[in-house]
């Protein structure tokens, strides 16, 4: 077995157990049942020919049912604990991961940026937002028994939480070229006094919301979505992952990371209702990271209060809010800036 | 009682499709199924030992943990060309096209399949397909594993992608033509009292197999001149960039590829219930639950391709569906086993070769069938996908279930196809052989994917050597396990035995028609009045439409049915 | 206790392996009508790229639909559906006997089949000309093309509705050629199959006991006009759809 390291290993090992007790049963009973059944009834003449015996709806129905049953013990149980596993918990860390031909570029909120090496602390549940540079490439590490693909143009998640300090190999699990099985590092799990430490001693560097507040001045969204991100002639940003969105065509999703994305590289694609295609595009003009970095900036924005609308806060349908705040100004909306 | 001289003795030389007409002409333009399969069993066997070649120098590679054997780019290249020949242009038609071509209109009392220009037209669509596959092999070959997956294989790879895919699709047309001349031929061309339900199972098997490839094999064929297409002019059907999605890909891919492995095992299985109803002289337990289950494992094999998806970012709803579905498809199999073990039961059972290769595919399938389980349940298959565990599972039942029924049935139909035996005692010894060396290739590998040794990798961690070591061992006996029949098989043809027509005394029309066959099949319409696996003594299971001294039909008894009247 | 089967006196086209003309018959409808199901899927596939790329992208795929001639999509509908109706005419004289019916029908269907590839090259033409052609796929003529300006009228330059991109309607314009010039490529074919038959018909092959490639080629046509039944109005008619939305 490898070694056992997050709390999700223990229940795939057990699960492995199931199915592994499972698979030898069987194979043992076959493999038995077939020799005997070859020996006692090996030909003993040339031409004899024994009774035929055309077969039984008892036992076809046993051995239907039986193995069904088995069968949907082993999915219900796999179903669960992946289940549980799956959502990311909404108090967990959030670690930015960026895979690259051949490498994994990390980058912690509190800024540390790592080469293909994840420092984190026992305990804690983390939390890994994924996105690659170019190809697919997969996060692996077979000490917590996970992994998931890695997308280009789009962020993917799965998080753990380490229970046993030590150093584990990371894999790249999904074929991305020439140096696929280079792709490899180690995610190393400490103890919390230790991470501190290895926290504070690591060259400080700019936190990636800091960084992203910078951008988001330099690129000159302040224009429209406002210095604090209350909104104006944009929507506003304040709380924007996770909330739900109208948009121009009726339908209405939940935020995140890859519509906030999409907005930036391709605005009109899905426009928020009430609000007209004025937004430019910045695609070829912000590298992941520096995408990475100005959704820290988003998460980090603070509810100010009353004065930043959203569409959240209306009571009205939403389509009767929000074109109180197309370009005929109405008492209800801000001062376009 | 003793067989009369006819047909039955293996003496005389007599006119058959092999010697009916000489030169190369009459085999290039035959019209014959049985010719048609010989030239199948010729090329597929070439490519078999092209990949056979790649396999040999992935093994070579991984016995160290550096990369020193071959360079990284080789090496990937290696295990793609692996990949793809072997899928594309041996283990989908291997079967269907060599053993399924040859027996189909025999086992029906047909004299040839429905469209026989047709059928060899499709061995030259899949010599065209794999000669431009060698192409593009020798012009510098293809990185992308057989899988294809975008953006890299679109955007990053510089290898002959276009030209592989050409191949593929153009084989794809084969497969296509050979599915729907089984589908017409079993639907029209049965001999009269040939019912649906006397049908020997190796029938239904294709019948099912040929349903998968008629559905299947365009949906693979549009991916790939999507893929094409996208490389060549960059549009961004799979570019996020341009808002497409390379999962899209993936979907469609698996559409195709997860039935096609369907396609590769059924007609494995159809020999299976030959082999063990026949060397055991015993009705398959449940034959009708057995013929059902074929049809079963088609439909349901279409309803489950998200489980090679799981952690590629699908919707986990999606992925609860895809495991539930693939869960259900595995009970046809095992109830397959079940009814094939319960047929030993009072059977009388001789250790013949193809027994020996049966009895190996039931275990091995049974291990490769369940570890397809643990890659079925969703909390497993996040740590095991992309491993070597999935890469064991799928040789277990791909090479300890298709090849081993390939070699039992070549050995069992042998006598049949060329007129001689081939050596018994080299057989069982063979088969030994490979049955050892493909465990101890394979076994380690499940230990090592749970280990956490991913796929496709050139180089790995020191620690995962020894599974490694153990696995290419197991390489080079299984190796010699399957050079051996190669030699033997060959000298059979000119130095075997020769062959009566029923040396194993069995019920099956294709039996009942002398060795090797005439072009026409049989000497007279068969009519048949007797269930499958309805075994009696040999001189009731003669030669239809033969009789005493002199062979002619005019003299003859109407033995009609190979009873005696 | 039962007789050898006697062979019926040999029809010249009867083949060899089959016992009598209804099996041959049998077995060549029964071939062809697998042979389309193939179809449907290969078919299947660029529709559900269509489907999905439609609910993605919906104004670019109304936008682009637009520009698409109406006219001349309506008048290839139209010659069709005639020529399914003389490919049907056909089939019936070929059963009831009547050669020269016969073959004034094979041709009029060749004629109609010939005119709906003509006016498909038209529009093909005219997609050149304005640039639409997607990718690099054409060498030195990418796809480019204008936009019109809001009130401008010119029928060459593509209107944009809603929120719909240049980048868009390219791939609208991928999935039109992919579907319609596979279309073409059938109808290449049928033709071509239809001459042959033509041919044979001449030399009086076809008759009340044999005519089954007459009616399995009307299967095949009837087929490939159907696929288009369904292409007109998923390629040209989206724009008047969802403009009055």
């Known amino acids: 077995m490898p070694e056992s390291a997050s709390t999700y290993s223990p229940q795939v090992d057990a699960l492995y157990f199931y199915l592994s007790g499972v698979t030898v049963f069987f194979t043992l009973l076959i493999s038995i049942v077939l020799i005997f059944f070859v020996v006692k009834y090996r030909r003993r003449s040339l031409y004899e020919i024994p009774r035929p015996i055309a077969g039984s709806h008892k036992l076809e129905t046993l051995w239907s049912v039986v193995p069904f049953l088995i069968a949907m013990s082993m999915f219900a149980w796999g179903a669960q604990i992946y289940f549980h596993q799956y959502r990311s918990p909404k108090n967990a860390d959030e670690i930015y991961v960026v895979a690259k031909q051949w490498m994994w570029k990390i980058q912690h909120s509190t800024g540390q940026r790592e080469i293909n090496e994840l420092h984190v602390p026992v305990g804690r549940k983390i939390k890994l937002i994924m996105t690659s540079e170019d190809t697919i490439h997969d996060f692996f590490v077979p000490a917590f028994r996970m992994k998931a693909d890695v997308l280009p143009g789009r962020y993917t998640t799965q998080w753990f939480e380490a229970t046993k300090p030590g150093t584990y190999h990371l894999f790249c699990a999904e074929y991305c070229g020439m140096n696929h099985s280079g792709m490899i590092g180690s995610v190393i799990v400490m103890q919390p006094t230790d991470f501190d430490n290895w926290l504070s001693g690591n060259a400080s560097q700019q936190a990636p919301s800091v960084a992203g507040q910078q951008l988001y001045e330099s690129l000159g969204c302040v224009s429209c979505h406002g210095a604090r991100g209350e909104g104006g002639r944009g929507p506003s940003l304040v709380g924007i992952f996770g909330r739900k969105v109208f948009l121009t065509n009726g339908q209405t999703l939940t935020a995140d990371e890859s519509y906030i994305r999409e907005s930036i590289e391709n605005p009109q694609a899905r426009l928020v209702s009430g609000f007209g295609p004025i937004m430019p595009t910045f695609q070829g003009q912000v590298s992941p990271e520096q995408l990475i970095q100005l959704m820290a900036f988003m998460k980090s924005l603070q509810v100010t209060g009353p004065q930043s609308p959203s569409p959240a806060t209306t009571v009205a349908p939403p389509a009767a809010a929000e074109t109180s705040r197309a370009p005929t100004p109405s008492a209800a909306a801000p001062t376009p800036r | ?565 | ?245």
């Open chain 2, 1 to 565: 009682m003793q067989a009369p001289e006819t047909f039955e003795t293996p003496a005389a030389e007599r006119v058959n499709y092999l010697n009916a007409q000489y030169g190369l002409k009459s085999w290039l333009l035959t019209k014959d199924h049985k010719r048609i399969g010989l030239l199948y069993l010729g090329s597929i066997s070439f490519f078999f030992l092209i990949g056979g070649l790649y396999a040999m120098f992935i093994r070579l590679e991984l016995l160290t943990p550096q990369g020193d054997f071959l360079s990284s780019a080789t090496y990937n290249k290696v295990f793609t060309q692996h990949g793809i020949i072997m899928v594309f242009f041996f283990l989908i038609p291997s079967i269907p096209a060599t053993l399924g071509n040859f027996l189909v209109p025999l086992m029906i009392g047909a004299k040839d399949l429905a469209f026989p220009r047709i059928n060899l037209l499709s061995w030259y669509i899949y010599l065209l397909g794999g000669i431009i596959t060698i192409y593009a092999l020798l012009a510098g070959g293809i990185d992308t594993g057989w899988t294809f997956y975008v953006p890299y294989s679109t955007t990053f790879s510089n290898s002959y992608v276009i030209a592989t895919g050409a191949g593929i699709f153009i084989s794809g047309f084969s497969s296509i033509l050979t599915g729907l001349n089984f589908i017409v031929t079993i639907h029209t061309m049965r001999a009269p009292g040939m019912t649906w339900f006397r049908m020997p199972l190796f029938i239904w098997a294709h019948y099912a197999t040929s349903l998968i490839m008629i559905l299947g094999t365009p949906v693979i064929a549009i991916t790939i001149l999507l893929l094409a297409f996208e490389r060549l002019a960059h549009v961004g059907i799979f570019d996020p960039a341009n808002g497409g999605d390379p999962v899209l890909f993936q979907h469609l891919f698996w559409f195709y590829s997860h039935p096609a492995v369907y396609i590769m095992v059924l007609p494995g299985m159809g020999i299976i219930s030959e082999l063990i109803a026949n060397f055991s002289r015993k009705n398959i337990f449940g034959y009708s639950f057995v013929a059902f289950s074929s049809l079963a494992i088609a439909v349901f094999g279409f309803l489950v391709w998200g489980h090679h998806m799981f952690v590629s970012g699908q919707s986990v709803y999606a992925g609860m569906v895809f495991s539930f579905l693939s869960f259900a498809v595995a009970i046809p199999s095992a109830v397959k086993v079940f009814n094939w073990t319960a047929t030993l039961y009072r059977g009388s059972i001789s250790y013949d070769t193809p027994m020996l290769y049966a009895l190996g595919f039931i275990g091995l399938f049974t291990i490769g069938g369940m570890t397809g389980l643990f890659l079925a349940t969703l909390g497993v298959n996040v740590h095991t996908t992309d491993t070597y565990f999935v890469v064991a599972h799928f040789h277990y039942v791909m090479v300890g279930g298709t090849l081993l029924a390939y070699m039992g049935g070549l050995h069992y139909w042998w006598p049949k196809i060329t007129g001689r035996m081939y050596p018994e005692g080299w057989g069982r010894f063979s088969a030994l052989v490979v049955f050892v060396g493909f465990n101890l290739t394979f076994l380690p590998q499940f230990i090592a994917g749970y280990l956490g040794m991913p796929r496709r990798y050139h180089a790995y961690p020191p620690e995962f050597q020894v599974f490694n070591v153990l696995s290419s061992a197991g390489a080079s006996i299984l190796g010699v396990g399957l050079l051996i029949p190669l030699i033997y098989l060959i000298w059979s043809m000119r130095y075997g035995r020769r062959a009566e027509a029923n040396p194993w005394h069995l019920p099956g029309l294709e039996w009942r028609t002398p060795s090797p066959p005439p072009t026409e099949n049989f000497l007279v319409t068969p009519l048949v009045t007797w269930e499958a696996y309805e075994f009696a003594p040999p001189e009731e299971l003669r030669v239809i439409g033969v009789f005493k001294e002199d062979e002619s039909l005019e003299n003859a008894d109407a033995v009609i049915d190979g009873r005696p009247t």
């Open chain 3, 1 to 245: 206790m039962a007789a050898a089967v006697e062979h019926e006196v040999s029809h010249p086209a009867l083949q060899h392996h089959f016992e009598n003309l209804e099996q041959q018959r049998e077995a060549g409808t029964l071939g062809m009508w697998v042979f389309l199901v193939t179809e449907i899927m290969f078919f299947g596939g660029m529709f559900f790229a269509y489907t999905l790329y439609r609910s993605k992208f919906p104004d670019a795929f109304a936008s682009a639909s637009n520009h698409l001639s109406l006219p001349l999509g309506a008048v290839n509908t139209v010659v069709l559906i005639l020529s399914s109706l003389t490919m049907a005419l056909a089939v019936y004289c070929a059963q009831v006997g009547k050669r020269r019916n016969l073959i004034l029908f094979l041709v009029m269907t060749i004629v109609l089949g010939s005119a709906f590839l003509g006016i498909k090259a038209v529009e093909y033409r005219d997609k050149y000309v304005d640039s639409l052609i997607p990718g690099r796929l054409v060498p030195g003529r990418p796809f480019n093309p204008v936009v019109a300006a809001h009130g401008d009228t010119d029928p060459h330059k593509l209107h944009l509705m809603g929120s719909a991109t240049v980048k868009h309607v390219e791939m609208f314009y991928w999935i039109y050629f992919a579907m319609t010039g596979m279309h073409a490529i059938h109808m290449i074919i049928g033709v071509g199959l239809l001459l042959v038959l033509l041919y044979f018909s001449w030399r009086g092959r076809y008759g009340p006991e044999y005519h089954n490639p007459v009616e399995i080629l009307g299967l095949y046509w009837h087929f490939v006009d159907i696929i288009w039944i369904f292409l007109f109005p998923l390629l040209y008619l989206l724009g008047r759809h969802m403009l009055h939305t």
